[in-house]
């Protein structure tokens, strides 16, 4: 199996959009549900949607006006937007593959601030 | 909603240590385990209540079913000092507990 990588920038402002991409080194997006997943610091996590090859997405019931999702099959990537953001947003975000029930393949994750 | 206990034990090598994992209404097997070190990425241990992933960790055993989850580490080990969070996928949203940090006593 591949590897993810986040990135995007590590500092939004406040009422922004947060925007982050992954990278998956493997040869498809096929197979997996990719997830974002987030952790303030210090806090638990927090699953935030799923997106997969062919583009279905479902996203955290609490976060739904927020969040949008993206898939670029072509590419291997997948994206996460997070619009109107504040402080309480500020967390480790990381991109996780999912199968078979288990968040299996984990991105190292990158911390986004956000401040103004 | 799962509700993990406790959110902290201080334990010694060689020690048992049990985490519990309660979820607010039945959820069959579906819920798995982890185990998050400082400054990365969670790893899945147990998957469906009590599917070890790595063999070689057979001292983990999770067990359950329905609300009540168990996560047993037998002869704690050096390695084994960390976060460990439960993580049910019965239904969306997909939630996680808050977390046990098993601490060097």
């Known amino acids: 199996q591949g590897q993810l990588q986040e990135s995007g920038p590590g500092l939004v402002k406040p009422s922004e959009t947060l925007s982050l991409k992954c990278t998956f080194s493997g040869n498809s997006l096929t197979n997996y549900y990719w997830s974002w997943i987030r952790q303030p610091p210090g806090k638990g996590l927090e699953w935030l949607g799923y997106i997969y090859a062919g583009g279905g997405s479902n996203y955290n019931p609490s976060l739904e006006s927020r969040v949008a999702m993206s898939i670029d099959e072509s590419q291997t990537q997948f994206s996460l937007s997070l619009s109107s953001v504040t402080a309480a947003d500020t967390a480790i975000y990381y991109c996780?593959?999912?199968?078979?029930?288990?968040?299996?393949?984990w991105g190292q994750g990158t911390l986004v601030i956000v401040s103004s | 909603q799962m509700t993990q206990s406790p959110s902290s034990l201080s334990a010694s090598v060689g020690d048992r240590v049990t985490i519990t994992c309660r979820a607010s209404?039945?959820?069959?097997?579906?819920l798995n385990w982890y185990q998050q070190k400082p400054g990365k990425a969670p790893k899945l241990l147990i998957s469906?209540?009590?599917n070890l992933q790595n063999r070689d960790l057979s001292r983990f055993i999770g067990s359950g079913f329905g609300t009540d989850f168990t996560l047993t580490i037998n002869n704690l080990q050096p390695e084994d000092f960390a976060t460990y969070f439960c993580?049910?996928?019965?239904?969306?949203?997909?939630?996680f507990g808050q977390g046990t940090r098993v601490e060097m006593k």
């Open positions: 469906d209540a009590s």
């Open positions: 993580q049910h996928h019965y239904e969306i949203p997909w939630t």
């Open positions: 996780v593959g999912r199968l078979r029930g288990t968040f299996g393949l």
């Open positions: 209404q039945p959820i069959s097997i579906y």
